[in-house]
Structures are given as C-alpha cells and as structure tokens.
Nanobody, 117 residues
Framework: QVQVVESGGGLVQPGGSLRLSCAASGSIFSINVMAWYRQAPGKQRELVAGITSTGRTNYGDSVKGRFTISRGNAKNTVFLQMNSLKPEDTAIYYC???????????WGQGTQVTVSS
C-alpha cells in the first residue's frame, strides 16, 4: 500500500503565495507521475499540475505562469509553488501518485487552500 500525504494549505490574501508539499511512502514500486488536483465546492476535480519521473511537467490552463510544480530532493516528494493567488484558486488540493508497471493511482486526503481578503 502507498500512502500520500499533503501539507502546506491555509488562508492567504489575493496576490499572495503558498507552497504545498506532498510525500508518497510505503510499498512503492516506481512512481511514474505525481500530480496536484483541486476541487472547489460544486465543481469537478481538475488537474492543476503534474510531473513525470523524467521531470516533464504540465499545467492546467488556469494556473500557467503562476504555479510551479517541482520534485523534492527526497525521493517521491513534490512541491507546488503557488504565486499570484486568486479567490478562484480556493479549493481542496489533492496530491496524486501513479505507481507501478500496471499503474495504480493513490490519493492524499487533501489540503484546504483559501484565498480571501
């Protein structure tokens, strides 16, 4: 079993910054992709940013130029640097890890990000 744990959420004013952290641990074979998703009240979960084991990244259109995903020095960790935050970025942010030759997807419990003055 793989455990995924997020941290770093909180309340921030519009225009501010936050950094989210995610760590995967447990019976990991080989994580192929780690990604951040978010879900706002009444909306579907959407991709925020992802990074592959080779370092390739992709971003949702609404966060391009403002958010940056990166890998940590510790194995199976990723960060999401969020700058120029907007009220519409308010959501629960979930970390996802895809592991194995036959991919299995693991989710964290989520961390709340609230952007409000």
């Amino acid at each position: 079993q793989v455990q995924v744990v997020e941290s770093g959420g909180g309340l921030v004013q519009p225009g501010g910054s936050l950094r989210l952290s995610c760590a995967a641990s447990g019976s990991i074979f080989s994580i192929n992709v780690m990604a951040w998703y978010r879900q706002a009240p009444g909306k579907q979960r959407e991709l925020v940013a992802g990074i592959t084991s080779t370092g390739r990244t992709n971003y949702g259109d609404s966060v391009k130029g403002r958010f940056t995903i990166s890998r940590g020095n510790a194995k199976n960790t990723v960060f999401l640097q969020m700058n120029s935050l907007k009220p519409e970025d308010t959501a629960i942010y979930y970390c996802n890890a895809v592991d194995g030759i036959v991919p299995h997807s693991y989710w964290g419990q989520g961390t709340q990000v609230t952007v409000s003055s």
